[in-house]
């Protein structure tokens, strides 16, 4: 197997660019809303001390005026005191809870998109695999092509149950025909070794046409009469994007 770095790369750049629009759109502006959380409590504090100020002198004049309501001024000015604090505290947890909601959202948020973000990379990636291997493969000379997937299918059936492979036969010995299906077209030649192949792995009897179609992008299917054996790239592929497109 070989490392792709442009994959490599190209999921980096995605991820980069991920994070980039988590901090440009989603805790740039949560930060700034918990600042402006903190700066209302703190004017709330100032505001406070503010009252405590004034209180504080206004029982220092009712003191100098009257010395006799000392008790009263005490009384009024622990009162306006813990009144303060009781609502700097209220006024600071709701501040915590709204700022711990808000945190949490955007934890849920960014997996969500990291987990987008990571199924569009394994797309690319398979798709960038498909065509690389696709011209890799255009390369290769057709007559090895259609031997190594000919040998894939007669290691199959090699594998396959004897009772397997007579039922398959079975459903050709009413004349029906087993259709071979190639992505490329094959030469008369190649066509002749495919048939004397097959005939030996499933009986000498039964009556092969072909047909191409390039949509299985490499390999062949074996169409038989209420089955279909498939050894393609298009059934692999169709394998593996389920498996990407699986949550």
């Known amino acids: 197997m070989r490392f792709d770095w442009w994959t490599l790369a190209l999921q980096t750049v995605n991820f980069a ?4 629009l988590m901090q440009r759109f989603l805790y740039t502006p949560v930060l700034r809303m918990l600042d402006a959380r903190h700066a209302e409590i703190e004017m709330q504090y100032a505001d ?3 009252a405590d100020a004034k209180a504080k002198e206004l029982l220092a004049a009712v003191q100098a005026e009257r010395t006799g309501i000392v008790n009263e001024r005490e009384i009024a000015l622990q009162a306006a005191t813990a009144q303060a604090e009781g609502l700097a505290r209220e006024r600071r947890a709701l501040a915590d809870r709204e700022a711990a909601a808000l945190l949490d959202g955007a934890r849920k948020t960014l997996a969500v998109e990291r987990d987008k973000a990571l199924a569009e990379a394994r797309k690319l990636c398979l798709d960038l695999g498909v065509a690389f291997a696709g011209r890799l493969l255009a390369e290769a000379p057709a007559k090895l092509r ?4 000919l040998e894939r299918i007669e290691q199959y059936l090699a594998a396959l149950p004897r009772t397997e492979i007579e039922a398959l036969a ?3 010995e009413d004349g029906s025909v087993l259709e071979v299906v ?3 077209p094959l030469a008369l030649e190649t066509a002749e070794t495919w048939r004397t192949r ?3 792995s499933l009986g000498d009897l039964i009556a092969i046409a072909f047909d191409v179609d390039p949509g299985l992008v490499a390999g062949a299917e074996l169409h038989f009469p209420s089955a279909v054996l498939r050894f393609s790239w298009q059934s692999a592929l169709a394998t593996a994007r389920a498996e990407v497109d699986a949550p």
Do not use: D, F, N, P
């Not at 259609?146 to 997937?149: D, L, N, V």
């Open 17 to 20: 660019v991920l994070v980039w």
């Open 48 to 50: 406070a001390r503010a």
């Open 146 to 149: 259609t031997e190594a997937w």
């Open 170 to 172: 079975r459903q050709l």
């Open 182 to 184: 190639t992505a490329l």
């Open 198 to 200: 097959l005939h030996r």
